[in-house]
């Protein structure tokens, strides 16, 4: 959704910027109010959750937030209006008389924040010219990185977190009092059960809080792109509901467990023909039987240790997959209610027994590997002919 970031206003945008820095990068940062500032509106020192939750990704050191607000019909181009400010506020910064300077610190990190909707053509638009000069100044001033959040970006963060939106009733758009109203009658209705039986929730039995999990799961999802050192990085960032309700994990064969299990098997079977050799052959023994020795003990030491640990990581490993990709199954044909915050499953191939039973998001993963567990039991148990457990 496009938000129209010129209602705010200077000191509400402001506000806004800080905010969502927050959510963004965490409470490891220092917010300033209104009055002289030093070209900060927020700043912070030390790690923070950006770009991504790759943590050699993380930016390390003292950053600055930079929030520039350009009020309607100023009489000139936006972009060039933005580049001006820009280009003054980082001189300020390379200039070391300067008072934010003397009094202050020269950032590591740079966010540049502005209410400004910048184009998105190659070369030539409002985002790569206001890019390839923000390159050129982090060259001259040594930033280890910068990020520039324009109206779009500021938008799709408002998207992820619609709670931030809605503090700011400038921003509060006739679709979220739509929403709001159709969730208060929800409440008042006498809920009726719905007719899609699947989507219906087994607590609240209704369907108007309910989507598949997966939808949820692409919303909890934000993917940024970020200059660092040079480099253009796309990152995707997922919430912290986000990896509650993520898809189980598949487990994979651990093949480097398995290749230093070969190397020591044959490093014993090498040292034993060797001793062998050496103990039978009819020429004299050889000067290196004792290195040889050492080394097959070795040798024997690291099998005895790779071997059993590959074998116990390896043991069942066919069925641990069989029951992962099952759950991940089941989990696209998950539904989550937003009003219980519960998920459950509904498909007509699961078992009537465990059709629609809740669970929380907190062990998503878990509660499907248990229905996939059940499930496979009860196959197994009909093809011995045993009547399937109902427990």
Known sequence: MAYDLTRLGERDFEALCRALAIRVLGDNVQAFGDGPDGGRELTWDGAVDYPGSDHQKHWFGFGVMQA?????????????????????????????????????????????????????????????????????FATKLGLKGWALWDANQISAYLDAYPSIAQRFSTLITPSDVLAKTFEKLNVLSDRKPAGNRAAQCPTCHTQEQSQRIS?????????????????????????AFGRRIAPPSVPKVPVLLA?????????????????????????????????????????MAAAGATIPLLISRTSGLNDRRRRAELARWLWRRTW????????????????????????????????????????????????TGRAPSRN
């Open 259 to 299: 290749v230093l299990a070969a190397c020591s098997g044959f490093c014993v079977l090498n040292g034993a023909v060797s001793l062998l050799s050496d103990a039978f052959g009819a020429g004299p023994e050889s000067p290196d039987t004792a290195y040889t020795v050492i080394l097959w003990l070795f040798a």
């Open 215 to 239: 939808v949820r799961y692409s919303e909890e999802r934000t993917t940024t792109r970020t200059r660092t050192q040079g480099r253009t990085y796309r990152t995707t960032v997922v919430s």
């Open 336 to 383: 989550y209610c937003r009003r219980c915050d519960i998920a459950w499953v509904a498909t007509t191939e699961l078992p009537p027994r465990l059709w629609g039973r809740p669970f929380r998001t907190q062990g998503t993963a878990s509660s499907l590997q248990a229905i996939a567990r059940g499930i496979l039991t009860d196959s197994a148990q009909r093809k």
């Open 68 to 136: 520039k607000f350009r009020r309607q019909n100023a009489g000139f181009k936006d972009i060039d209006w933005l580049r001006g400010q820009l280009r003054a506020e980082l001189a300020a910064w390379m200039n070391p008389r300067a008072a934010r300077v003397q009094r202050g610190r020269v950032p590591q990190y740079l966010i540049v924040a502005t209410n400004l909707r910048l184009t998105s053509v190659a070369g030539t638009g409002g985002i790569d010219q206001t890019s390839a000069m923000l390159t050129d």
